[in-house]
Protein backbone atom coordinates (compact mmCIF):
# COMPACT_ATOMS: atom_id res chain seq x y z
CA UNK A 1 0.00 0.00 0.00
CA UNK A 2 1.44 3.50 -0.83
CA UNK A 3 1.61 6.11 1.78
CA UNK A 4 1.07 9.93 1.13
CA UNK A 5 4.19 11.78 0.20
CA UNK A 6 3.02 15.19 2.02
CA UNK A 7 5.44 14.68 4.83
CA UNK A 8 8.24 14.99 2.26
CA UNK A 9 6.33 18.29 0.54
CA UNK A 10 6.52 19.61 3.82
CA UNK A 11 10.07 19.42 4.62
CA UNK A 12 10.73 20.17 1.04
CA UNK A 13 8.98 23.63 2.07
CA UNK A 14 11.02 23.65 5.47
CA UNK A 15 14.19 23.20 3.74
CA UNK A 16 13.27 26.55 1.27
CA UNK A 17 12.45 28.30 4.67
CA UNK A 18 15.41 27.57 5.95
CA UNK A 19 17.73 28.51 3.13
CA UNK A 20 15.87 31.80 3.22
CA UNK A 21 16.13 32.37 6.71
CA UNK A 22 19.83 31.26 6.01
CA UNK A 23 19.98 34.25 3.32
CA UNK A 24 18.07 36.90 5.63
CA UNK A 25 21.22 36.30 8.33
CA UNK A 26 23.70 37.15 5.67
CA UNK A 27 22.11 40.42 4.29
CA UNK A 28 21.91 41.06 8.33
CA UNK A 29 25.22 40.05 8.78
CA UNK A 30 23.54 37.84 12.36
CA UNK A 31 25.86 34.92 12.82
CA UNK A 32 23.44 33.65 15.57
CA UNK A 33 20.72 33.49 12.41
CA UNK A 34 23.09 32.17 9.79
CA UNK A 35 23.79 29.28 12.25
CA UNK A 36 20.74 28.44 13.36
CA UNK A 37 19.91 28.42 9.80
CA UNK A 38 22.62 25.81 9.11
CA UNK A 39 21.69 23.58 12.13
CA UNK A 40 18.12 23.44 11.23
CA UNK A 41 18.46 23.10 7.76
CA UNK A 42 21.13 19.51 8.67
CA UNK A 43 18.66 18.49 10.79
CA UNK A 44 15.40 18.73 8.33
CA UNK A 45 17.75 16.98 5.29
CA UNK A 46 18.56 14.36 8.40
CA UNK A 47 14.63 13.73 8.86
CA UNK A 48 13.65 13.74 5.46
CA UNK A 49 16.66 11.02 4.39
CA UNK A 50 16.11 8.96 7.31
CA UNK A 51 12.32 8.95 6.29
CA UNK A 52 12.50 8.30 2.45
CA UNK A 53 15.11 5.45 3.85
CA UNK A 54 11.57 4.02 5.71
CA UNK A 55 9.47 4.39 3.07
CA UNK A 56 11.64 2.41 0.83
CA UNK A 57 12.49 -0.06 3.20
CA UNK A 58 8.55 -1.01 3.83
CA UNK A 59 8.05 -0.77 -0.07
CA UNK A 60 5.91 2.30 0.67
CA UNK A 61 7.58 4.77 -2.45
Request: proline share 0%; charged share 15%; aromatic share 10%.
Amino acid sequence: MKKSKTRFLLLAVLAVLMLIVISAGIAEGSIITIFIGIILMIAIFGIGFTQKKKYRENGWL
